[in-house]
């Protein structure tokens, strides 16, 4: 059973430029979460998709976007990139479906470390 | 505003030890509180997650508890592994709605044999 995948695991932009960061979730799981963690500090929310609608999101500007497509995988897109976006960037899976409700568990993936130069 | 602080920042045992990290939270909202451990180059990972109505939960050498009116948890390892070094995260959410996790700035412990 696969777990969360996520691509690229590496990257490197300069200032200005675009990235995409892409998620696969767990077999069965139909909600894609992103967060950003900083290095020695906590992942921070970023969005929640479901049923390919952003459903919650954190405090991040208007450049950080996502997308759930049909088969539940998901795109993060930072536009206008800037030195504070290096981060590694993790997905998160859970079900909503499974249990009627949240089942409260995130499954996340190794991250895609991005570093702006 | 960071809704659920975490203490210490990192803390260091000697194998067999029992290291404690202590976490507060502020929004009564909250119903679920877990534990993730992450290693270097990984995803944080589920280890021990609590509900409210209840003070303490046990699953192997991880313990919980839970104080709902100090509106603070701790996690406890017993008999501590050098395995066990890792970074642990606490964190806070609702289980019901659309889920966002808040998490603690985490603390770094290493285990000596």
């Known amino acids: 059973d696969a777990g969360v995948t996520q691509s690229p695991t590496h990257l490197i932009k300069t200032r200005g430029q675009q990235v995409t960061l892409r998620c696969s979730p767990k077999?069965?799981?139909?909600?894609v979460s992103w967060y950003q963690q900083a290095l020695g500090q906590g992942p921070q929310f970023i969005f929640q998709?479901?049923?390919?609608?952003?459903?919650q999101r954190g405090n991040f500007p208007d450049r950080f976007s996502g997308h759930q497509f049909p088969n539940y995988s998901s795109e993060l897109n930072v536009n206008a990139l800037l030195l504070g976006d290096s981060a590694l960037y993790l997905c998160?899976?859970?079900?909503?479906?499974?249990?009627?409700?949240?089942?409260?568990?995130?499954?996340f993936g190794e991250g895609s470390r991005l570093t702006v130069l | 505003q960071q809704q659920v602080k975490q203490s210490p920042q990192s803390l260091i045992v000697q194998k067999g030890g029992i290291p404690i990290i202590n976490c507060a939270y502020e929004?009564?909202?909250?119903?679920?509180f877990p534990w993730y451990q992450q290693f270097p180059g990984k995803g944080p990972a589920l280890l021990i997650a609590?509900?409210?109505?209840?003070s303490e939960k046990k699953e192997g050498r991880f313990t919980i508890s839970f104080n709902k009116s100090a509106k603070q948890f701790s996690l406890h390892i017993m008999d501590s592994q050098p395995g066990d070094s890792a970074t642990y995260f606490c964190?806070?959410?609702?289980?019901?709605?659309?889920?966002?996790?808040?998490f603690g700035t985490g603390t770094k412990l290493q285990v000596i044999p």
């Open positions: 929004n009564t909202a909250f119903d679920y």
């Open positions: 609590i509900r409210p109505d209840v």
């Open positions: 998709y479901y049923e390919e609608e952003e459903r």
């Open positions: 964190a806070a959410s609702t289980i019901w709605g659309y889920q966002k996790v808040t």
């Open positions: 998160a899976s859970s079900s909503k479906r499974l249990a009627g409700g949240n089942t409260g568990e995130l499954f």
């Open positions: 077999s069965g799981h139909d909600t």
